[in-house]
């Protein structure tokens, strides 16, 4: 995945991103995929001020950044791409009970000593 970024400091202009993905299907085929967001950036004082017409921009025209002295800061997402990001985030118990490494050290107490019973043998 390549991502061109042009941004601004002016709240005015919108900050843009190029994402080019390449997507392999399961015959070996290849898809490219390109995609153009716009991200408007808010300084902070104006995020304050006029925080109902910044709300109402994230959920017409999707996530919107918030910068502080010119700084990224932040970024307000509406709930349905944050719900979709969580569900992305979090792994499926296939991808868990699959996965080639352990996710955390698990202590594991040693054996004891006892011995086995002899097995019975018959005649």
């Known amino acids: 995945m390549y991502q061109l970024k042009r941004s601004s400091t002016r709240s005015q202009k919108p900050s843009?991103?190029?994402t080019i993905s390449l997507i392999r299907t399961r015959y070996m085929?290849?898809?490219i995929l390109l995609r153009l967001e716009a991200m408007r950036n808010w300084?902070?004082?104006?995020?304050?001020?006029?925080f109902s017409e910044l709300l109402d921009t994230c959920l017409r025209e999707g996530p919107q950044l918030v910068t502080k002295r010119g700084a990224e800061t932040a970024v307000l997402v509406p709930v349905r791409d944050w719900r979709r990001l969580q569900?992305?985030?979090r792994p499926t118990l296939k991808d868990l009970l699959l996965a080639d490494k352990p996710r955390a050290d698990i202590p594991?107490?040693?054996?004891?000593?006892?011995r086995r019973r002899a097995p019975l043998r018959f005649a």
């Open 108 to 114: 594991v107490p040693p054996r004891g000593r006892r």
């Open 43 to 50: 300084p902070v004082q104006d995020a304050k001020a006029r």
């Open 87 to 89: 569900r992305s985030a």
């Open 16 to 18: 843009f991103t190029l």
């Open 29 to 31: 085929t290849s898809h």
